[in-house]
Nanobody, 123 residues
Framework: QVQLVESGGGLVQAGGSLRLSCAASGRTFGSGTMGWFRQAPGKEREFVAAISWSGGSTRYADSVKGRFTISRDNAENSVVLQINSLRPEDTAVYYC????????????????WGQGIQVTVSS
């Protein structure tokens, strides 16, 4: 069992930055890929970023490349998503997730999810 708790969301103006954190507990944290997804109102949950167990491999959605950075600290059991140059279209609930098997870009490949945290970007 894995418990994931996100923090760091909020309201920010376009062009601003936020740092989302995910605190993980319940299993050997450093053993798997971790991901961030987001879900905007009326839309499906979509992949944002993922990071391998070692932190040596990262993946990003095209829409966030160059603006978002995912990192992890296995000693602290945490994953961070640094989001810069925010746009109104980044407004969504952001979810931290733990990968189980399958495509890193698919929600179905992730077996554990946080409760989500709201990010709102005003224009």
């Amino acid at each position: 069992q894995v418990q994931l708790v996100e923090s760091g969301g909020g309201l920010v103006q376009a062009g601003g930055s936020l740092r989302l954190s995910c605190a993980a507990s319940g299993r050997t944290f450093g053993s798997g890929t971790m991901g961030w997804f987001r879900q905007a109102p009326g839309k499906e949950r979509e992949f944002v970023a993922a990071i391998s167990w070692s932190g040596g491999s990262t993946r990003y959605a095209d829409s966030v490349k160059g603006r978002f950075t995912i990192s992890r600290d296995n000693a602290e059991n945490s994953v961070v998503l640094q989001i810069n140059s925010l746009r109104p279209e980044d407004t969504a609930v952001y979810y931290c997730s733990a990968h189980i098997s399958g495509s890193y870009y698919s929600t179905g490949a992730y077996g554990y999810w946080g409760q989500g945290i709201q990010v709102t970007v005003s224009s």
